[in-house]
Nanobody, 118 residues
């Protein structure tokens, strides 16, 4: 299983970015895909998840209303649309996957840096 994250970059506060996570190596129809982020010295933080089959999504309070997670079944890709970005959104963003019946994410992408300038 491989997860390839991309789309990070430098953006001014108030701007937008879209992250992509291309998945390969297995069928993900029974999986939960997630985005997490991490800054130096802090633990990895949950951002959003989506159930691949149903499309049901969950968001952290800190991003609710600004970020949108979605998936493209045909492309085996999960997206994180980030709007109204704030400097505190600066982090390395990781995508991850787990089975619906599992409580831990067993597959992780390599991370993509998002930097929001004030």
């Amino acid at each position: 299983v491989q997860l390839q994250a991309s789309g990070g970059g430098l953006v001014q506060a108030g701007g937008s970015l879209r992250l992509s996570c291309a998945a390969s190596g297995r069928t993900f129809s029974s999986s939960v895909m997630g985005w997490f982020r991490q800054t130096p010295g802090k633990e990895r933080e949950f951002v959003a998840t989506i159930r691949w089959g149903s499309g049901i999504s969950v968001y952290a309070d800190s991003v609710k209303g600004r970020f949108t997670i979605s998936r493209d079944n045909a492309k085996n890709t999960v997206y994180l649309q980030m709007n109204s970005l704030k400097p505190e959104d600066t982090a390395v963003y990781y995508c991850a996957a787990r089975s619906v019946g599992s409580t831990s994410y067993g597959y992780w992408g390599q991370g993509t840096q998002v930097t929001v300038s004030s």
